[in-house]
């Protein structure tokens, strides 16, 4: 059971804007930044999102972040065949430990 | 450039002792402010953070998990060796190492850097 509750899964069809939800609490999301991971079939974890908006370079500007209160999203516009992965939401709680959403597997129909 | 590799092995019997190497270049763990850390993957399953170590050798574990983890470095080696006691099926998993930045305007840090993974198997 993971602190940080997201979706099992989402979907959209191509071109569309999708979002994913990640809801925690007042210790972690409600405190803390969020940060979200995108992890593509078979590979590691890619850093997608940090301090709730922030795109490391190299991230399209199709992706995007928020965070409100004590839950965050993900939004990804112009959706393409390539995003269809599992995202993950992160946060540090107020124990400085690292927390994780369950996962929210894309499928781009 | 940074990376990082994990290496340990890939089967270990219920009961014992899993020692896990991380193998990490591009940034030395005796700068201020940089950390190396452990999260792993069960096969289909959500990821778990496990632990992390900083240059200062403070340390950090999941409350879950503290009795049974060890994380230590090797400043000269540029290495990161985490321990972890009385393995079980459960913890069949993949293990990543991964480099946490610091973001000074939120005062966060996140695993900006993720080594490939190692999959551990605990059966007898």
Redesign the interface.
């Known amino acids: 059971q ?1 602190v940080l509750t997201q979706p099992p899964s989402a979907s959209g069809t191509p071109g569309q804007r999708v979002t994913i939800s990640c809801s925690g609490s007042s210790s972690n999301i409600g405190s ?2 969020v ?1 979200w ?1 995108q992890q593509l079939p078979g590979t ?4 997608l999102i ?3 908006n ?1 795109r ?1 370079s190299g991230v399209p500007d199709r992706f995007s972040g928020s965070k409100s209160g004590t839950s965050a999203s993900l939004a990804i516009s112009g959706l393409q065949s390539e995003d269809e992965a599992d995202y ?1 939401c ?1 946060a ?1 709680d107020d ?9 929210t597997k894309l499928t781009v129909l | 450039q940074i990376t990082l590799k994990e290496s340990g092995p890939t089967l270990v019997k219920p009961t014992q002792t899993l020692t896990l190497t991380c193998t990490f270049s591009g940034f030395s763990l005796s700068t201020s402010g940089v950390g190396v ?1 452990w ?1 792993r993957q069960p096969p289909g399953k ?4 496990l632990a ?1 170590i900083y240059w200062n050798d403070d340390k ?1 574990y ?2 879950s998990l503290k009795s049974r983890l060890t994380i230590t470095k090797d400043t000269s080696k540029n290495q990161v060796v985490l321990t972890m006691t009385n393995m079980d099926p459960v913890d069949t998993a993949t293990y ?1 190492c991964a480099h946490p ?1 610091y ?1 000074f ?2 005062g ?5 850097y ?4 190692t999959l551990v198997t605990v059966s007898s």
């Open positions: 993971s803390n930044t940060n991971y590691a974890p890619k850093l940090y301090s709730n922030q490391p993950y992160a540090w124990s400085l430990n690292c927390v994780f959403g369950g996962g | 850390g999260i959500a990821l778990e953070w992390l950090r999941s409350p990543y930045d973001d305007w939120s966060q840090h996140y695993f900006d993720w080594g490939q993974g």
